[in-house]
């Protein structure tokens, strides 16, 4: 009977106790007498090795990026605009104000 522990979790156990994976698997292998294997985490097929420089790896990086700039942008015009407006408003309603008060123009 082979009892597989994923390895994301056998991981984080070994993390806690600093252990080795080697070493987990022959300790508990000694404690119960059960034959046991970490099964490794399957490689996602989608993904390119580590290392290349492909035009994968390279426009999710360019297009996250450029949407940060654009976001940042928009951010900085719509706050300027908006205090732009305010103003225009605060200046539009102080000169109706004066001008029915009877004060200077």
């Not at 508990?28 to 790896?57: C, D, H, L, W």
Request: proline share 7%.
């Amino acid at each position: 009977m082979n009892i597989y522990i994923p390895c994301n979790h056998a991981m984080r156990f070994l993390k806690s106790l600093s252990w080795s994976r080697v070493d987990l698997i022959t300790e508990v292998s000694r404690v119960f007498g059960i034959p046991m294997k970490v099964r490794q985490p399957e490689k996602k097929a989608n993904m390119a090795p580590r290392g290349n420089i492909t035009p994968r790896t390279i426009m999710a990086p360019a297009a996250a990026f450029t949407m940060a700039c654009l976001l940042f942008t928009y951010t900085r015009t719509s706050m300027r605009e908006a205090k732009r407006n305010a103003q225009h408003e605060r200046d539009q309603r102080r000169h109706q104000s004066n001008r029915h008060s009877g004060g200077p123009e």
